[in-house]
């Protein structure tokens, strides 16, 4: 426990066996030091739960600035310890979001804390299935017989190649997974609507998004056969 932590009881333990001259006095002592040591073991819990990450500014603009903080708060608001693969992130506006060789994000959703929760979860589930070796090798070949005429091209609705594509029939079913057990069935089907039309804006992956709304039940038993489920995920 922290030195500020251990003040704030001492001060507690203080005002309980303090004499006062009134009851009153006694009162408003507890009563601020009650106060005090409960808003020191919030934040620290706070910042216990927040996983530990290097963000870096790739030009440090105030866009850029902004999303930091969006991401440091989205850290602390919600407990993602089980999607967390690598910890070093780099936030650069203007470019299109990657997950290597650096997680990369960029300033497109600083007003829009579900897609950049997702767009967080979506870059760090790359990882996890690249760690994941042969069995991630087993189900994107069994995502690409699944799905012979998947698009290619970001305009249609791919990932820019056929590959990228059937990769992220894969990573997108993962992420429907991880935000519906983060916010809820509901919000979960209600983000990958809102990707699917920002995919038709230029951006891509509509086609993949719509799959993994309309195939949940073919999808989801492809990333079970072979043994990519997420830990505390059924």
């Given amino acids: 426990m922290s030195f500020r932590i251990w ?38 819990i706070a910042r ?12 440090d603009s105030t866009n850029e600035q902004l999303a930091k903080a ?4 989205l850290l602390t608001e919600y407990d ?4 967390i693969f690598t910890r070093k992130v780099r936030i650069e506006q203007g470019t299109r979001p990657h997950s290597h060789p650096i997680l990369t994000l960029n300033t497109r959703y600083i007003t829009n804390d579900r897609l950049s929760l997702a767009g967080f979860v979506h870059e760090q ?3 996890f299935v690249a760690a994941k070796g042969r069995d991630a090798s087993k189900a ?13 091209s970001l305009s249609d609705g791919g990932a820019g190649s056929r590959s990228s594509t059937t990769l992220h029939l894969v990573v997108c079913q993962l992420e429907f997974e991880s935000l519906r057990a983060l916010l809820g069935a ?3 089907r209600a983000i990958l609507q809102e ?5 038709t804006s230029g951006l891509g992956y509509q086609w993949i998004y719509q799959r993994v709304l309309d195939d949940q039940q073919d999808l989801s038993a492809l990333v079970r056969k072979h043994r990519l489920t997420l830990p505390g995920i059924p």
């Fill in 7 to 44: 003040s704030g009881l001492w001060w507690l333990c203080w005002a309980v066996t303090k004499r006062a001259s009134g009851e009153g006095v006694l009162v408003r002592k507890l009563t601020w030091g009650l106060a005090v040591a409960g808003a020191m073991c919030a934040g620290a």
């Fill in 48 to 59: 216990a739960q927040m996983p530990a990450m290097s963000i870096e500014l790739a030009h």
């Fill in 70 to 73: 969006q991401l440091e708060r």
């Fill in 80 to 83: 993602l310890s089980r999607w």
């Fill in 125 to 127: 589930l790359h990882w």
């Fill in 140 to 152: 994107i070949a069994d995502a690409a017989r699944r799905y012979p005429n998947a698009p290619e």
């Fill in 186 to 188: 509901d919000a979960a």
């Fill in 195 to 199: 990707q699917i039309k920002e995919g």
